[in-house]
């Protein structure tokens, strides 16, 4: 459905996003931020779903300033290669990966509004997009690791939130995320019976229940405040 072009962020580095477009004219644009295992088939498989639903759909290779045409599987192998990589990535001097997000919405906004949707550490780049970046006009992270701790807390978001989470994710305890809760009362927070990962149907972490009302509830926000 979807194709890789390249993007230019505003220090002119050049990188690649997957971008599927829509069977007709698109309500608005969705940029789809990875986890920490590249643009694989999963990422490239959430963006032509939004696609599907009449977004405009951008996923933006987050790990091109460190390696390029990175896409892992869910191994314990991977998984250390793809936390090696964040870390890499988190270790650029500001604003590092964002200007890259905020490339990719600039282009999503060619299709109208845009709303910012993004899992794991995407969640959490998700969750710094809502208070940083421009052009935005929804955030909905799912499971962003590390978005509960004080300091990530602490960010004021300039555009509505919906944030989700796994009430078993043992990388985001649940006493982190009613902190979350309670420091913004202005977020949509909802908790599922699931595990970190539970939208990914490649890992065994999979909730297919969870990932439909997850989703259901994406969806109706995005209608909402992008069209």
């Not at 962003?144 to 078993?168: I, N, Y």
């Amino acid at each position: 459905m979807g194709q890789f072009i390249d993007l230019t962020a505003k220090d002119g580095f050049t990188y690649p996003a997957y971008v599927a477009e829509p069977s007709g004219k698109p309500k608005g644009a969705v940029v789809v931020v990875q986890e920490i295992f590249g643009i694989n088939s999963h990422i490239r498989s959430v963006a032509d779903g939004y696609a599907a639903e009449g977004y405009l759909a951008v996923a933006p290779a987050t790990f091109h300033r460190v390696k390029q045409g990175v896409e892992l599987g869910y191994s314990e192998d991977d998984m250390k290669a793809g936390f090696a990589l964040k870390m890499a990535v988190e270790a650029l001097p500001a604003p590092g990966v964002m200007q890259d997000i905020q490339a990719a919405v600039d282009y999503a906004s060619k299709a109208g509004k845009v709303g910012i949707v993004g899992y794991c550490w995407g969640g959490l780049l998700t969750w710094r997009s809502a208070e940083q970046l421009s052009g935005l006009a929804a955030a909905a992270p799912y499971y962003g690791g590390g978005m509960t701790t004080p300091e990530e807390t602490a960010r004021k978001p300039k555009v509505p939130v919906l944030a989700q989470f796994g009430k078993k994710d043992h990388w985001i305890p649940v006493e982190t995320v009613e902190a979350f809760k309670k420091a913004h009362p202005e977020v949509e927070v909802h908790v599922y019976e699931a595990d970190h990962g539970f939208n990914c149907d490649q890992r065994g972490s999979y909730n297919a229940e969870s990932a439909k009302l997850a989703k259901e509830r994406t969806l109706a926000f995005f209608a909402k405040h992008i069209g």
